[in-house]
């Protein structure tokens, strides 16, 4: 089974900073793209940002220049600097990933979700 397990949220005020991480262990042959989501209260999941095994990244238009994705292929690893952060930023992110698996075929998986809240 594959897990992927998120850190790194908490409160932080207006403008400040916060690196998301995103672990995935378990039976895992390779991992295609790699996706930050977050879901507000009350409103649908969006997609933050994207990247793919090559490192191409994506990011919605309400984080670019703020945000940040990167990933370590060798460690299974996924991060999200965040920076400049706004109230609207708050949410739960979770990760997202397209994982080959002990089945030998790809898989959507998906983290628990960590908290980000913005506030003074």
């Known amino acids: 089974q594959v897990q992927l397990v998120e850190s790194g949220g908490g409160l932080v005020q207006p403008g400040g900073s916060l690196r998301l991480s995103c672990a995935a262990s378990g039976t895992i042959f390779g991992i295609g793209v790699m996706n930050w989501y977050r879901q507000a209260p009350g409103k649908q999941r969006e997609l933050v940002a994207t990247?793919?095994?090559?490192?191409?990244?994506d990011y919605a238009n309400s984080v670019k220049g703020r945000f940040t994705i990167s990933r370590d292929n060798a460690k299974n690893t996924m991060n999200l600097q965040m920076n400049s952060l706004k109230p609207e930023d708050s949410a739960v992110y979770y990760c997202?990933?397209?994982?080959?698996?002990?089945?030998?075929?790809?898989?959507?998986?998906w983290g628990q979700g960590t908290q980000v809240t913005v506030s003074s």
């Open positions: 990247i793919d095994s090559g490192g191409g990244t």
């Open positions: 997202n990933a397209d994982v080959t698996d002990w089945s030998r075929r790809a898989h959507d998986y």
